[in-house]
C-alpha cells in the first residue's frame, strides 16, 4: 500500500509546480487542486464521458450567458458550495455583514442564492478555449513532466487535461465576471478548493483582489485544505490552525473566528428527559454509534465492536442506540434492528435533542465528534477499520481522544477528562459577529 503522506507530498508538489504555469495570470495549479484531492481519495470521475461532457457543457452554456455579465451593486461577493444546514448558516453569518454602502451578493446553487453559478462560471466560449489549448499543447511536455511523479494512468492523464481546459475556462469567466464590477470587493467562499471554487480563486489571485475563505468542516489531512487559495482562512479554533500550520499554512493567512454552524445551547437533565421520554428511551445511559456512510462492511464491524461494548459495560437501564447521516435517507439500515437489535434514532431529531441526549458518541471519522466535545460529551473513535480514522485520528493527535480497537477500551473514556473548548473558539451569534467584524474591517479603505 502507498503511504499516504508521501503520495500526499507528490501531489503537492505538483499543485506547487504547476503555479508557475499560468494563463491571462490564472494559476494551472490552483485551477487543477480539485483534481488532486479528488484523486487522492480516489473519487474522482476519470471517465472520457464525464469529462468531455463537463467541458461541451461550459462551452454550450457560454453561449446564452454573456447577458449575465453584468455589474452588480454589491462589495463583498461568497461563493457558496451547497444547499446543505452548514453552508446555508454560513452564507446568514456572510449576510448580516451587508451595510447601505457594502452588499453582499451570495453565488450558488440555483433558487438558493442571489446569483447562480452560471452567471459567473459560462461567459468562455470556444474562442477562449482554443487560446487555452494551444498555451497547453506548447507547454505539454513541461507540464507532463511535472504530472510523471503522480504515476497517474493513461485515463487518468486524459481526464486531467479535459479538466484542466474546462477549468480555465470557468477560470477565465469568472476573472472577466470580476473586471465587469467598478468597486472595490471583496471575494469569500465556505471552501476555496471546490471544483468551481478553485477557479474563483484563481481569478482572485490574477486580478489581486482580496479574499477569504471559511472552514467549513472538520479537517482531515494529509490532502484537502492546503495550501489555501485565499489570502485567508477563517477557522473554528486552535486545533484547526495547529492542523494548518503543520501542513504547511502560514499563520498569518488563518485567523481564528469561530463557526456559526454549531449552536449555542444549554444541555440541561429536563431537556434530557424530555427527549428520552419522546423517544421511549431508559432512563440510564445512552451511548450512541455514529454512521458516516452506509458503507455496510465498514458498518457492519463497527456495529460489532458496539455491540461487544454493550455487552461487556452496558448496565439494564442504558441505551445503545445509532445515528446515521442526514444526507442518506433512503439507504437500508434495517439489519440493524433485525441483526443486532438497535434502534436507529429518527432522522428528524432537531440538532438541541440529538446534543440533550447523548452521554457518549462512539464513531469513526464523523464531523459530529467534534461538536459532541464542545458541549462536555465523551467520545470514543473506534479504530477498527482499514482505513484511517480521519478527524477521529485527529482528535486523537490533538485533544488525547481514545482510539477504541477492542471492548476493553472502552474504559478509557472514564480514565480521561474531555475538553473540546480548543475546536471552538466561538459558535452561534458570537462566530457570527467576528466574521462580520473582520468582513467590515476589510471593506475599509
Request: charged content about 20%; some cysteine; proline content about 5%.
Amino acid at each position: 500500500m502507498r503511504n499516504p503522506q508521501a503520495l500526499a507530498d507528490r501531489f503537492l508538489q505538483t499543485e506547487t509546480e504547476l503555479n508557475g504555469f499560468s494563463i491571462e495570470g490564472l494559476p494551472l495549479g490552483v485551477c487543477a487542486s480539485y483534481f488532486f484531492d479528488r484523486t487522492f481519495y480516489n473519487d474522482f470521475d476519470h471517465s472520457l464521458k464525464f469529462q468531455l461532457g463537463t467541458l461541451l457543457q461550459t462551452l454550450g452554456k457560454s453561449i446564452n450567458k454573456n447577458r449575465l455579465l453584468r455589474t452588480f451593486p454589491a462589495r463583498v461577493f461568497y461563493l457558496k458550495t451547497g444547499r446543505d444546514r452548514h453552508y446555508c448558516t454560513m452564507e446568514q453569518a456572510v449576510r448580516s455583514a451587508a451595510t447601505p454602502d457594502a452588499n453582499v451578493l451570495i453565488i450558488g446553487p440555483m433558487g438558493y442564492s442571489d446569483l447562480y453559478t452560471g452567471g459567473v462560471f459560462f461567459h468562455a466560449g470556444p474562442c477562449s478555449l482554443l487560446r487555452i489549448h494551444a498555451y497547453l499543447q506548447k507547454n505539454k511536455r513541461k507540464i507532463c513532466a511535472i504530472l510523471k511523479p503522480l504515476e497517474l494512468t493513461k485515463k487518468q492523464q486524459r481526464s486531467f487535461h479535459f479538466h484542466l481546459r474546462n477549468q480555465l475556462l470557468k477560470a477565465l469567466s469568472a476573472k472577466r465576471f470580476l473586471m465587469k464590477q467598478t468597486q472595490p470587493i471583496l471575494l469569500g467562499a465556505d471552501y476555496d478548493r471546490g471544483v468551481n471554487a478553485c477557479c474563483w480563486f484563481a481569478a482572485a489571485q490574477a486580478l489581486r483582489i482580496e479574499s477569504f475563505t471559511l472552514q467549513h468542516g472538520v479537517i482531515n489531512p494529509p490532502v484537502g485544505f492546503s495550501p489555501v487559495h485565499a489570502d485567508e482562512i477563517w477557522v473554528w479554533g486552535e486545533m484547526a490552525k495547529k492542523q494548518l500550520v503543520k501542513a504547511g499554512v502560514s499563520e498569518q493567512k488563518i485567523r481564528l473566528t469561530g463557526t456559526p454552524i454549531v449552536e449555542t445551547l444549554e444541555c440541561s437533565t429536563d431537556q434530557k428527559t424530555k427527549v428520552r421520554t419522546k423517544l421511549g428511551l431508559k432512563a440510564g445511559r445512552t451511548i450512541v454509534l455514529a454512521l458516516s456512510r452506509p458503507e455496510k462492511e465498514d458498518d457492519w464491524k463497527q456495529v460489532q465492536l458496539f455491540q461487544a461494548i454493550r455487552k461487556e459495560f452496558g448496565k439494564p437501564h442504558d441505551n445503545f442506540v445509532v445515528k446515521v447521516h442526514p444526507s442518506y435517507p433512503n439507504a437500508d439500515y434495517s439489519w440493524l434492528l433485525q441483526e443486532f437489535d438497535l434502534k436507529v434514532l429518527p432522522l428528524d431529531l432537531t440538532y438541541p435533542e440529538f446534543m440533550n441526549l447523548v452521554d457518549i458518541l462512539l464513531a469513526h471519522n464523523s464531523g459530529i465528534a467534534s461538536e459532541v466535545l464542545y458541549y462536555g460529551k465523551q467520545v470514543g473513535i473506534l479504530d477498527v477499520l482499514d482505513q484511517i480514522p480521519g478527524n477521529g485520528m485527529e482528535l486523537h493527535t490533538w485533544l488525547n481522544v481514545p482510539l477504541l480497537r477492542t471492548a476493553h477500551d472502552f474504559m478509557q473514556l472514564d480514565e480521561l477528562p474531555m475538553n473540546g473548548s480548543a475546536i471552538f473558539q466561538r459558535t452561534g451569534q458570537a462566530a457570527t459577529q467576528e466574521i462580520v467584524r473582520n468582513i467590515r474591517q476589510r471593506l475599509q479603505p
